[in-house]
């Protein structure tokens, strides 16, 4: 069956690279991959550095990865890989034609998000992440992240146009966050906008104390986020903020 989906996604223009789920193997190919394509199998109970390997770059690199599996496999992979991350997922059997046609619209989108203002969403919330990322994807090109340590991480190799950071996340804070991304001069000129669910006096002083780029409350919904986001970008794009 791989060598079919390969053969598939040749014959409409991939350039498809197969490779086993060991590390050493797929740091070979990682740097001319932008879409990662998973054929799951009971093998993946024994990959987890592999897994682990695959989140990372994902998120560090913003890839897209998509799946294809049982929902066994796919319970298990969410044990490792956070289900926000996943592109998309296709149940076996397949209907090879239907994936290679959705294949095709993920690199017509990855190629599209290339020209689109990019944010950075971290959130220890898994369920905020994943509704979040469906309501900005539209217009911007979002990556995911669950803690602020991945923040990080992911600042070291990659600078987006806006950072929208929970405040209250555990470990390591968005106060603490928000200090080293402003302590180091390649990221402290990155606009910071916090996440919160607290909307009392004291709360609210406390973010702003941070000097960020503004808040948004995460109860507030769908339209609110999306127009204080488009507000934010039409303001420095005419230069008043």
């Known amino acids: 069956m791989v060598d079919a989906i390969k053969k598939n996604l040749e014959s409409v223009g991939f350039v498809v690279v197969k490779s086993t789920l060991a590390v050493k193997d797929l740091k070979q190919h990682v740097d001319d991959c932008e879409i990662f394509l998973m054929y799951l199998g009971d093998y993946i109970m024994d990959s987890f550095d592999g897994l682990v390997f695959i989140k990372d770059i994902c ?55 290339n020209k689109k203002k990019s944010i950075l969403l971290a959130d220890d919330d898994p369920t905020f992440l994943k509704l979040a990322k469906e309501w900005l ?54 606009p910071v906008i916090f996440l919160t669910g607290k909307d009392d006096k004291e709360s609210v002083t406390k973010v702003l104390s941070l000097k960020p780029q503004g808040y948004i409350l995460k109860g507030a919904g769908r339209d609110n986020l999306l127009n204080q986001i488009s507000d934010f970008f039409e303001i420095k794009k005419n230069k008043k903020y």
Do not use: W
């Not at 298990?76 to 926000?84: A, D």
């Open 59 to 113: 998120i560090e690199r913003d890839k897209s990865l998509n799946v294809i599996g049982d929902v066994l496999e796919f319970e298990e992979l969410k044990r490792t890989i956070p289900e926000g991350l996943i592109e998309n997922s296709f149940t076996r059997p397949i209907d090879v034609k239907q994936m290679v046609e959705v294949m095709l619209e993920v690199a017509d989108k990855s190629n599209s998000d």
């Open 137 to 190: 994807s539209e217009d911007y090109k979002v990556t995911i992240v669950g803690s602020g340590m991945q923040v990080i991480t992911y600042l070291a190799k990659n600078t987006p146009d806006l950072i929208l950071l929970d405040y209250e996340m555990p470990v390591t804070t968005g106060t603490q966050v928000m200090e080293m991304i402003r302590s180091e001069s390649e990221t402290s000129s990155i």
